[in-house]
C-alpha cells in the first residue's frame, strides 16, 4: 500500500493587501457611542486606475451610531505630478478629510449611498481615492516660486535666464500701450 505524506503548507499572503480595507464587525455590534480610530502609515499604494501614493498616513475614526458606522477620516500623502510652469516631474503633496456614514440599512441610507457590509469589511480605497482627486490643485507646481519656462524659446528660466522677453506685447495691442501714462 503506497504511503501518503502530507506536507504542511502555508498560506499564501496576497501581496496586494488593501490597508485601507477595515473589519468593524467589533463596532457593529458594540453600544451606540462606541467609536474606534486606525492608523494609517502607508509608504506606497496604487488606487486604481490612476492614483500612485507615497507617504500615505492619517486616521479613521468609525463611531457607531444607531444609522450605522460614521467614518471620520483624514488623510495626508504624496503623489506624482508634472509642474504646469516647467513641466518637471514633482512630488505633490495631498490631504483630505471627509466624513461618511455608512447605514444599517436602506432607512438610514444617506446621498452617498452607503450600506454596511455584510462582512463588516468596509473598504475606503474608493472614497480616498475620489477625495484625495478632489483635493488635488488644478495647478501643480513643483516649487510657489517657479518661473516656468520662456515663452520664446522655451529654456527652463528657473536653471538659466535666456534674455528673452517675457511678456511680448501683441502688435495688435501695441497702440493701446501708447494710452498708459509712464509714470504708471
Request: glycine share 4%; net charge negative; charged share 25%.
Amino acid at each position: 500500500m503506497p504511503t501518503l505524506t502530507l506536507e504542511k503548507t502555508l498560506p499564501v499572503v496576497n501581496e496586494h493587501i488593501n490597508p485601507l480595507r477595515i473589519n468593524v464587525g467589533f463596532i457593529v455590534n458594540a453600544e451606540a457611542g462606541y467609536h474606534r480610530t486606525f492608523e494609517f502609515d502607508v509608504p506606497q499604494l496604487y488606487l486604481p486606475p490612476d492614483l500612485q501614493l507615497s507617504d500615505l498616513r492619517g486616521t479613521a475614526r468609525f463611531s457607531h451610531t444607531p444609522q450605522g458606522l460614521v467614518a471620520e477620516v483624514f488623510l495626508s500623502a504624496h503623489t506624482p505630478a508634472e509642474c504646469a510652469r516647467c513641466l518637471k516631474e514633482t512630488d505633490q503633496a495631498i490631504a483630505t478629510q471627509f466624513t461618511e456614514l455608512y447605514a444599517n440599512d436602506e432607512r438610514s441610507i444617506t446621498d452617498s449611498q452607503l450600506l454596511l457590509p455584510a462582512d463588516h469589511q468596509i473598504d475606503l480605497s474608493p472614497l480616498v481615492r475620489e477625495y484625495l482627486l478632489l483635493d488635488l490643485p488644478l495647478v501643480p507646481l513643483c516649487k510657489a516660486d517657479c518661473k516656468g519656462l520662456c515663452v520664446v524659446c522655451g529654456a527652463d528660466r528657473n536653471e538659466e535666464d535666456c534674455g528673452h522677453d517675457q511678456h511680448p506685447i501683441d502688435p495688435r495691442l501695441s497702440p493701446l500701450k501708447d494710452l498708459l501714462d509712464p509714470k504708471d
